[in-house]
């Protein structure tokens, strides 16, 4: 059974920075590419990076040069660094596979509230 367990979101001023963390179990992490996600209420969701097994990284411009995705495949685990957050990155943050995150992966999230 592939689990996915989001973490590190929290409550952050504009301008401020919160590091993600997912962990990922039952299945051979390290082959996959890996994707960041995030809906925020009342949109749909949208990647927001990506990694693929050797490391190549992929952003949308809306947050090209503020986050950062990684892995330690040692640890199963694909982190999101976020710097100089804005407001309109609020959202619940999510992990799964890319290109095509199957729909029973999506783990629980974690929140992203930016607001001074």
């Known amino acids: 059974q592939v689990q996915f367990v989001e973490s590190g979101g929290g409550l952050v001023q504009p301008g401020g920075s919160l590091r993600l963390s997912c962990t990922a179990s039952?299945?051979?992490?390290?082959?996959?590419?890996m994707g960041w996600y995030r809906q925020a209420p009342g949109k749909e969701r949208e990647l927001v990076a990506t990694?693929?097994?050797?490391?190549?990284?992929n952003y949308p411009e809306s947050v090209k040069g503020r986050f950062t995705i990684s892995r330690d495949k040692a640890k199963n685990t694909v982190y999101l660094q976020m710097n100089s957050l804005r407001v309109e990155d609020t959202a619940v943050y999510y992990c799964n596979l890319r290109p095509n995150p199957p729909e029973n992966y999506w783990g629980q999230g974690t929140q992203v509230t930016v607001s001074s």
């Open positions: 039952g299945l051979i992490f390290s082959i996959y590419a």
């Open positions: 990694i693929t097994s050797g490391g190549t990284k």
